[in-house]
């Protein structure tokens, strides 16, 4: 199954303007409100092709908003990988040396090893453990519906819940190696009230997926409490007003492709619920691959070819 072509609907913004920002580390501004309350950070750009993010802070930083309490930062991540965004190649500007959501390990963050992405964590790195609140803004390769990911926790279940948007959240660590920003140890620490959530908005350069990124971090603000209610509905685009309840997912596991070829029983796009546990969904070299339990949700199939690559995650209804 060849790997499809996607048109590029969204312009990638000129985040230049930020470079300087007022926080000591390029790209990285936060407005205090001089009132008591968490600090509440929304990334863009952790992977530098997903350009929704980046729309959706350019829009937050030119509608002039201002937190109501507490501290509010607005980050580009991999600005590194995302200078290199070229419309005419999308794909190639996800990263410079590794995945960035990948690198939150403290034995690695400590360590003296280097490559771009861990130089830019571990400039980042001071500033994450002052976040109360974290909203990770990604996008997704197919033009699956987009999903909240959280790592799990019961905190962050229920923020995910109270943020209610989109309109699936998915909870579970998705088995990858390494560790992504949301599971970074502060964030994932059953002792205190931190949460990180990772939004993934839609198809990378789709058109709907600017306004969801746009969306989902507005719900985020307003659960957060740290933004005046009426700039939020002011700004809440007709599809993000009054979503219905969102489901919760488990993700139950994880496929990674055994060998060089790995090919869908069908053009996934994710997000599809197979009915029947033992419904072939893959075959991997001579391996066939099946659901492993009734109404199993595909999430996130990667048309990314070779061994080792992860493939897919299924998921269970959990409410
Ligand atoms: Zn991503």
Redesign the pocket.
């Known amino acids: 199954m060849a790997a499809q072509s996607y048109p590029v609907e969204l312009t990638a913004p000129d985040i230049e303007p930020y470079r300087k920002g007022n926080t000591g580390i390029e790209f990285v501004t936060s407005f205090d409100s001089g009132k008591p309350g968490p600090h509440v950070m929304i990334n863009a750009i952790?992977?530098g092709?997903?350009i929704c993010g980046a729309i959706a802070l350019d829009t937050l930083f030119k509608l002039g908003l201002r937190p109501s309490r507490g501290i509010l930062t607005f980050g580009f991540i991999n600005h590194m990988a995302y200078a290199r965004f070229d419309a005419a190649n999308p794909d190639a500007s996800?990263f410079v040396d590794e995945d960035f959501?990948r690198v939150w390990v403290e034995n690695r963050l400590d360590s003296d090893e280097d490559t771009v992405e861990l130089r830019r964590a571990r400039e980042l790195r001071p500033l994450f453990d002052t976040v109360d609140l974290m909203l990770?803004i990604?996008?997704?390769g197919t033009y699956s519906k987009p999903l909240m990911i959280c790592h799990g926790l019961k905190k962050e279940r229920d923020f995910a819940a109270k943020v209610n948007f989109p309109a699936h959240i998915m909870c579970g660590s998705g088995h990858i190696v390494g560790k992504r920003i949301i599971e970074y140890t502060p964030f994932n620490d059953a002792a205190n009230d931190k949460v990180a959530l990772?939004v993934?908005c839609g198809q990378h350069w789709a058109a709907s997926s600017g306004r969801v990124a746009l969306d989902t971090a507005l719900h985020f603000l307003r659960v957060a409490d740290v933004v005046d209610p009426a700039f939020i509905d002011a700004h809440l685009s007709a599809e993000g007003k009054n979503p219905p309840k969102a489901e919760m997912w488990e993700v139950t596991g994880g496929i990674t492709a055994k060998t060089d070829d790995f090919r869908f029983a069908e053009q996934y796009i994710g997000m599809e619920v197979i009915a029947k546990a033992g419904t072939p969904i893959a075959q991997d070299g001579g391996e066939t691959i099946v659901t492993p339990h009734d109404d199993c949700l595909l999430m996130m199939p990667s048309y990314k070819q070779g061994a080792g690559t992860r493939k897919l995650r299924l998921c269970k209804r959990i409410g």
């Open positions: 952790t992977h092709n997903e996800r959501n990770d990604h996008s997704l990772l993934e």
